[in-house]
């Protein structure tokens, strides 16, 4: 297992590689890749959104994402 001292290191380190992927993909274009990762984080969400609609309140517990505030 990491040092704890590695984790933020490390952490960083794949943040950054992940962002480079992204820029990549989108033909090394960063706004490019912004707007994608806005349009798949909003199919995420809503994606998210159904499965909770979905769900027994009995297995939810009561428990919902609160939705954000527009």
Do not use: H, T, W
């Amino acid at each position: 297992m990491a040092e704890p001292a590695e984790q933020p290191v490390d952490d960083a380190a794949e943040l950054e590689a992940a962002v480079g992927q992204a820029i990549e993909a989108c033909g090394g274009d960063p706004v490019a890749a912004v707007r994608a990762l806005i349009v798949i984080n909003s199919a995420l969400e809503r994606e998210l959104s159904d499965v909770y609609a979905k769900a027994s309140k009995g297995f939810l517990r009561g428990r919902r994402v609160p939705k954000p505030k527009d």
